[in-house]
């Protein structure tokens, strides 16, 4: 089987560890590295290069000088999400096959854009979602798809995740990202706000990783969308312009209730294998509940026996292969390497394809909005509807 040449756009502090994922895949090939920051597609290319012994990757500064020269036909783009749709956009209208990483994007026009641009160029695109995979995700997938939940009428899910020192601002001359928690370097002229920070004033825009797995058990789509949030000003990080929580009540196409919250600027406590990321899933025969804290258990609940404790379920998926299991993100950062190599080999539209991903933007884009507007309940479009 022939081996996709693979171009990566962004060399920020997620590739390196991607590119660890990517070095051990045997059907793609990395060719080219590009970041405007010095130095720093040099390094990642290094840190491929240690753990895909004999590979040959040529670095830029330059995105239209790697795409002139271009020795690929697959382009993974992992820079600032506001900007990441006119790179992926482009780069299919040249002809190559796009992913793109968490969240897709932040602006409304650009999910058009997005589903536009794979329609009319016919290219395969795929959002670099994972949490989608962790096995017991799957597990209640197949379980809904069983009828064990009866019909779902309520699902909810959180992403909290705190870090004391997240990269709030950029060098302008080195492109480093500089982990603080005030807003002191706002005065440098030397240093401007990370996509991060810009958008941690609506925590909610970060929500593929909740939307995403709740949906492939659910099906549908959200429909409607109404936000509340705290007030713009971390509590906790003080002078970063972030709202600590936002929490949102959607209504999905089957019928099904989502209660959604994120938050990244306050602590919170953490699940056990999941870290920031909580999941329930409530049908009229059955209850599933990942762990609230990190001394709780999963559990499941049905009227004939009650609570019972699930621990069998984890995010690991132990029958995988060695490439799966080996992964980060408890095995389900190999997936979306796996299925968009799959669907370029073989001709196949990838599982998480540009209307599952613009699915889990809009919503999230609209929730923003409507929390802008004091929580009014806004209709999310259908970009499957012709």
């Known amino acids: 089987m022939a081996k996709i040449k693979m171009g990566v756009l962004g060399a920020g502090p997620r590739t390196g560890a991607l590119l660890k994922a990517y070095a051990g895949y045997k059907d793609v090939e990395v060719t080219a590295i590009c970041d405007r920051a010095e130095g720093m597609a040099e390094d990642v290319a290094n840190t491929y290069k240690k753990y895909r012994d004999g590979a040959s990757v040529k670095v830029y500064r330059d995105y239209e000088t790697m795409m002139r020269e271009k020795n690929f036909e697959?382009?993974?783009?992992?820079?600032?999400?506001?900007?990441?749709?006119?790179?992926?956009?482009?780069?299919?209208?040249?002809?190559?096959?796009?992913?793109?990483?968490?969240?897709?994007?932040?602006?409304?026009?650009?999910?058009?854009?997005?589903?536009?641009?794979?329609?009319?160029?016919?290219?395969?695109?795929?959002?670099?979602?994972?949490?989608?995979?962790?096995?017991?995700?799957?597990?209640?997938?197949?379980?809904?798809?069983?009828?064990?939940?009866?019909?779902?009428?309520?699902?909810?899910?959180?992403?909290?995740?705190?870090?004391?020192?997240?990269?709030?601002?950029?060098?302008?001359?080195?492109?480093?990202?500089?982990?603080?928690?005030?807003?002191?370097?706002?005065?440098?002229?030397?240093?401007?706000?990370?996509?991060?920070?810009?958008?941690?004033?609506?925590?909610?825009?970060?929500?593929?990783?909740?939307?995403?797995?709740?949906?492939?058990?659910?099906?549908?789509?959200?429909?409607?969308?109404?936000?509340?949030?705290?007030?713009k000003g971390s509590y906790t990080m003080h002078g970063v312009e972030a709202c600590d929580i936002e929490s949102a009540i959607m209504y999905n196409s089957n019928d099904v209730i989502f209660n959604v919250r994120a938050g990244f600027t306050s602590p919170h406590p953490h699940q056990t294998d999941t870290y920031a990321h909580w999941y329930h899933v409530r049908g009229d025969k059955a209850t599933a509940e990942w762990c609230r804290s990190e001394i709780d258990?999963?559990?499941?609940?049905?009227?004939?026996?009650?609570?019972?404790?699930?621990?069998?379920?984890k995010c690991e998926d132990a029958d995988a292969d060695e490439f799966i299991r080996n992964s980060e993100h408890g095995g389900a950062d190999g997936y979306p390497i796996k299925y968009f190599a799959?669907?370029?080999?073989?001709?196949?539209?990838?599982?998480?394809?540009?209307?599952?991903?613009?699915?889990?933007?809009?919503?999230?884009i609209l929730a923003a909005k409507s929390a802008e507007m004091g929580g009014a309940l806004l209709e999310v479009p259908d970009f499957r509807k012709k």
């Open 342 to 364: 799959e669907a370029i080999l073989k001709d196949e539209t990838p599982p998480m394809d540009v209307y599952k991903a613009v699915e889990t933007a809009a919503p999230a």
């Open 74 to 231: 697959a382009l993974l783009v992992t820079i600032d999400p506001t900007h990441q749709i006119d790179y992926a956009c482009d780069a299919m209208e040249r002809g190559c096959h796009v992913m793109t990483e968490v969240p897709v994007c932040t602006k409304l026009e650009d999910c058009f854009k997005l589903v536009s641009t794979v329609e009319k160029t016919g290219m395969k695109y795929q959002l670099a979602e994972q949490t989608r995979y962790w096995n017991f995700i799957q597990n209640w997938r197949k379980m809904a798809e069983n009828g064990v939940f009866g019909k779902i009428l309520m699902v909810e899910g959180q992403y909290m995740h705190y870090e004391p020192t997240w990269d709030l601002f950029v060098n302008v001359k080195t492109g480093e990202h500089v982990h603080a928690n005030n807003s002191n370097l706002d005065k440098d002229p030397n240093f401007v706000r990370s996509w991060r920070y810009n958008i941690f004033a609506h925590p909610i825009l970060y929500l593929p990783h909740t939307l995403s797995p709740l949906l492939s058990i659910t099906g549908g789509r959200i429909e409607r969308v109404s936000c509340i949030g705290t007030r």
């Open 297 to 313: 258990t999963n559990k499941f609940w049905t009227p004939e026996k009650g609570w019972e404790a699930r621990p069998e379920w």
